[in-house]
């Protein structure tokens, strides 16, 4: 490798987690409103033939010299063209990612510079691509981590200068995510509380019918021992005058008080 990335490929090798760690993994970008995306490496095609090695670099080295000349359709086609034939490198997806982002086609640059990835996760060029790439859709959080990302591997003071703009976005994004977060865990924690409150009036209250209900059967059961009680008090009284009257109509007459017949008469 003769450039700077290549210099840094092994030295930087390990200076983040794993693929499945970053932002960009967790999208499936789609064309959108854009045109759809370029043609793709095909798959199972890890190595060229001799000849067909030196047309792929022929079609490189068109795309570049129209590059050179603002031919960026023609570029692109080249590019394209080079990449179907399968065995790419992570640089030619990255450099067919950075002509899409400047044809105005961010989500294609996007899906080349994630393809160059998957081939050398230590691509800066291709971390920088999309980086400005998800700038441009205003993706702010993954633009900041690729930005860094990719300076990490390959320092340089455009890309940081650049950077500097995502990175307050991204910081106000943060923040307005940790407000909205704080304020539903602030809704969730009253939510809670009211839940607890009714569940406390609901046991009291469930109490005080328990209690109230208590006291009726209570007063209930008062009642009546005192009616039976009554009731007990009315048959003695009943069966006492009951005897009376049997004992008064039993006396015989030799004993009863003298009446007003019995007395003489002057």
Request: proline share 5%; net charge negative.
């Amino acid at each position: 490798r003769g450039s700077q990335e290549g210099d840094n490929f092994e030295k930087n090798r390990g200076c983040r987690g794993s693929q499945d760690d970053l932002p960009w993994n967790s999208y499936d970008m789609e064309p959108g409103d854009e045109s759809p995306f370029p043609t793709m490496p095909p798959e199972g095609v890890e190595e060229l033939s001799d000849d067909a090695q030196d047309k792929q670099n022929g079609l490189k080295q068109q795309a570049n010299d129209a590059l050179e000349d603002g031919k960026l359709e023609l570029a692109l086609e080249k590019f394209s063209e080079a990449v179907g034939m399968g065995a790419v490198n992570a640089m030619l997806m990255a450099k067919r990612g950075q002509l899409l982002l400047k044809m105005d086609r961010p989500r294609a640059a996007v899906n080349d510079c994630t393809a160059a990835l998957a081939i050398n996760p230590d691509s800066a060029k291709a971390f920088k691509t999309r980086a400005r790439a998800y700038q441009k859709l205003e993706m702010w959080a993954e633009s900041h981590s690729d930005y860094q990302t990719g300076l990490k591997i390959d320092y340089d003071e455009q890309t940081d200068e650049d950077s500097k703009e995502v990175a307050a976005k991204a910081k106000e994004l943060q923040a307005a995510k940790t407000k909205e977060r704080v304020k539903e865990e602030e809704a969730e924690y009253y939510r809670k509380l009211q839940e607890s409150k009714e569940a406390y009036e609901a046991g009291l209250k469930a109490n005080e019918e328990k209690f109230r209900e208590a006291r009726m059967k209570e007063e209930e059961e008062k009642r009546q021992k005192e009616d039976e009680r009554k009731e007990r008090v009315r048959k003695r009284e009943a069966e006492e005058n009951k005897a009376a009257e049997e004992e008064g109509a039993g006396v015989p007459k030799s004993h009863a008080p003298p009446g007003p017949e019995s007395e003489e008469v002057d």
